[in-house]
């Protein structure tokens, strides 16, 4: 007679298809979430992986793109690259004041980057990508409030290694990437190179004769290990990472214009689909960055100490003065920004198989940021402005350093149930240095001042995790975690006279449920998260209404709360057939800021009274309520030939979305979902394989942003990414 197990089993088989007794298993994901080696299904954390193999397959390069399949992951764009930010379950940065840190961070081979400038970073030679949800403060470097995206490249091999590979698409989108890894000294010295360029033509047409098409891409860069095999005990690598970028965006055609206003007179085509520009003007920025690390490892008895020593160097030059009309209401508009960025990670790691078990160690940072920024706004002709020019002179240098103390211990109370708990300290201490003033001969833009201060703030953070092995592949867990974001200081180019000097610190409290569990001998995965997430004191910044020019200013947004449901599935469901899925519920609202700012445009009938609104209730930017994704991957035996034929595809579908802080009605995308298709052959010793793919095959027009200035009669300018519509190419991949 069948036992409960084999009946659940048999249920499951008959739910989604798969045949209960054929399919291969399906291979075990390995993960670094927890700062020790594990598989994906030990670790009692919500972590979406992608493999490098995948991204591949798939052609994503970029940060962006992994939206398409981490449906709880976001990304916003900027006009500089230092004006990025990754959101994760709702919660991202959201503020361009250079001075404050990321609420998602980023890690690559454990060095902190603590600006998403620095991690610009091509995929073509990523080993995975980890999407860690939820506070991560305790294990990963600095603050990371609201999640770590940790990325691991390729390390060096022992063996003779060399591939490369070629993609061209529509708008001579071309990506170019090569390795070659290897024994320097055999079983002593490996070294790994490896570079790549990805370069675009602007996908915006400017119809302004003479003008130049916006949005395209510029950048290489080159990545190299040598890792040093000193003995059984000790190891050292060296890495070193350069990027160079440079490109002339990031700007939206017009979608709604005040009539009769500069913008309605001389903007170009407008409407919810529009695709063309009209302006004289270019937005163009270069980012520079240099990442130098030495990574020891010393298996020291049976521990394991670890130390990260890192240095990064960036320069990020922007200057947007694109305008979607045809006069130069910006003749200069630049900012430049320096980053230096020091850190230092101690660690001792014990065996995972004793009663106790930990992780525990000591880290130190160091920023600097010298920003330099100056703006012209020329008024002459720009609706009821006088004639003239107003202008801002911004010089800030601000300092953040940062010691903190972390661990985490895990009690392994039977072989079936464990106990964790993690900590950190936080000592962190910030300066701002900052000068605005004017040209000569201009209206002031902002009062002029000067300001020298400091503040440092000192906070615990924890976690506690409990987990359960309700079957020998299943696995449950609950958690409750308190993190912690640093405080941060306004560079914003208005200074001194807008808002607070300095914000206080952004404190998330985190409950999760969750289960990681494999079924149908392991040719079934199913991993979920139920959480629930209150922010306190979010970092933000904001615009004050209807201001001209633009006046934006750093503040505390009240409290936020998030919550929502992830899911996630793959299945082997024949020999030659994978199927992943994964879903993601998030409701991210403000829950308490009673004195927000008005929206540029906002009556008081519509909730403006003497410039603030009441926000709580209202959603989160760049935050759909529902997202989800759907990959297949079939491969055909082609029994007479060297290679296998395959097919793959993926569909992503989102929520319509608020891209506005302020909850601006004009500025909410609609839902929409995109599919792409990709055909090729595969040689069957893995040495090489070719792909057409399609992108957007549906051809369904999207948005991936929306803004706007009011004053100027611009009241919405939509965003479009370059799989805005239907895009073709081929790739090609050799190995050997």
């Not at 998403?116 to 403060?137: I, K, N, T």
């Not at 290694?161 to 070629?166: D, I, S, V």
């Not at 320069?315 to 003749?331: E, M």
């Amino acid at each position: 007679m069948p036992n409960k197990t084999s009946i659940m089993l048999m249920a499951l088989a008959a739910l989604t298809g798969i045949p209960a007794a054929q399919g291969q298993m399906l291979e075990e994901i390995v993960v670094t979430a927890q700062k020790r080696e594990q598989s994906l299904q030990d670790v009692a954390i919500s972590v979406a992986v992608i493999s490098g193999e995948e991204l591949a397959a798939l052609n994503k390069t970029q940060i962006s793109e992994l939206t398409r399949l981490v449906p709880s992951l976001t990304y916003s764009g900027g006009t500089s690259d230092a004006g990025q930010s990754i959101i994760v379950r709702g919660i991202g940065t959201q503020t361009f004041s250079r001075s404050v840190d990321q609420s998602v961070g980023t890690v690559i081979d454990g060095v902190v980057s603590s600006s998403v400038s620095g991690s610009l970073l091509d995929f073509s030679d990523v080993a995975r990508v980890e999407v860690l949800r939820g506070p991560q403060g305790m294990l990963f470097g600095k603050n990371a409030s609201a999640g770590v995206l940790s990325i691991t490249t390729q390390a060096p091999t022992r063996e003779l290694r060399a591939g490369a590979g070629l993609s061209y698409g529509d708008e001579n989108a071309t990506q170019l990437n090569g390795y070659l890894s290897g024994p320097l000294v055999q079983d002593t010295l490996l070294a790994r190179v490896a570079a790549y360029s990805n370069t675009r033509d602007g996908i915006l047409s400017n119809e302004f004769p003479g003008g130049k098409d916006m949005n395209d891409r510029d950048e290489w860069g080159v990545r190299s290990k040598l890792q040093w095999l000193v003995s059984d005990d000790l190891d050292i690598t060296l890495a070193y990472n350069h990027v160079e970028r440079e490109h002339n965006c990031c700007i939206g055609p017009l979608e709604v214009v005040t009539p009769g206003s500069v913008a309605d007179r001389e903007g170009g085509e407008r409407g919810p689909r529009a695709d063309t520009l009209l302006d004289n003007d270019e937005s163009p920025g270069r980012t520079d960055a240099d990442v130098y690390s030495i990574e020891a490892n010393w298996q020291w008895g049976q521990h394991l100490l670890t130390s990260i020593t890192a240095y990064t160097e960036e320069d990020v030059f922007g200057a947007a003065r694109s305008d979607l009309y045809t006069r130069t209401a910006l003749p200069l508009n630049d900012s430049f920004g320096h980053y230096e960025q020091f850190t230092q990670e101690l660690r001792l790691t014990s065996p995972a198989d004793r009663t106790v078990s930990y992780v525990a160690g000591l880290y130190y940072f160091d920023k600097k940021i010298d920003r330099e920024f100056e703006r012209v706004i020329s008024l002459n002709g720009i609706d009821q402005a006088p004639a003239g020019e107003i202008s801002v002179l911004n010089y800030a240098d601000t300092r953040n350093e940062s010691f903190a103390v972390f661990g985490q211990a895990t009690w392994n109370i039977t072989e079936r149930a464990r106990l964790s708990l993690g900590a950190r300290y936080n000592d962190e201490a910030l300066s701002i240095d900052q000068t605005v003033g004017s040209f000569p001969g201009t209206i002031a833009e902002a009062p002029a001042g000067e300001i020298a201060d400091d503040t440092d703030d000192q906070q615990w953070s924890g976690r506690i995790i409990g987990e359960l092995d309700i079957t020998p592949a299943a696995m449950v867990y609950a958690s409750i975690a308190r993190g912690y974001k640093g405080p941060g200081s306004n560079s914003l180019p208005s200074g001194p006279s807008s808002g607070e000097v300095f914000v206080d610190p952004e404190i998330p409290t985190n409950y999760e449920l969750g289960i990681k569990s494999q079924w149908l001998d392991d040719r079934l995965r199913l991993n979920g998260a139920l959480y629930y997430t209150q922010f306190e004191d979010f970092q933000a910044s904001a615009q004050v209404p209807n201001a001209f020019p633009p006046l934006f200013f750093l503040t505390n947004a009240g409290e936020l709360e998030t919550q929502g449901v992830e899911l996630e599935m793959n299945a082997q469901l024949l020999p030659n057939l994978g199927v992943q899925a994964s879903i993601a519920y998030t409701d991210a609202i403000f829950s308490d800021w009673t004195d927000a700012p008005c929206y540029s445009g906002q009556t008081e009938m519509q909730g403006c009274v003497n410039g603030i609104q009441d926000l709580s209730g209202a959603d989160m930017p760049n935050s759909p309520d529902w997202a989800f994704n759907l990959g297949a991957n079939y491969f055909l035996p082609i029994e007479s030939q060297p290679f296998n034929a395959f097919v793959r595809g993926n569909y992503f579908w989102q929520d319509d979305v608020q891209y506005d802080t302020t909850n601006n009605p004009l500025h909410v995308g609609d839902a929409y979902g995109t599919l792409d298709l990709y055909l090729g052959v595969a040689d069957k010793s893995g040495r090489y394989s070719a792909q057409f793919f399609v992108l957007n095959a549906l051809d369904e027009f999207y948005v991936s942003s929306l803004s706007g200035q009011q004053v100027v009669g611009i009241e919405a300018a939509h965003g479009l990414a370059y799989t805005y519509k239907r895009r073709l190419g081929v790739s090609l991949r050799v190995d050997f």
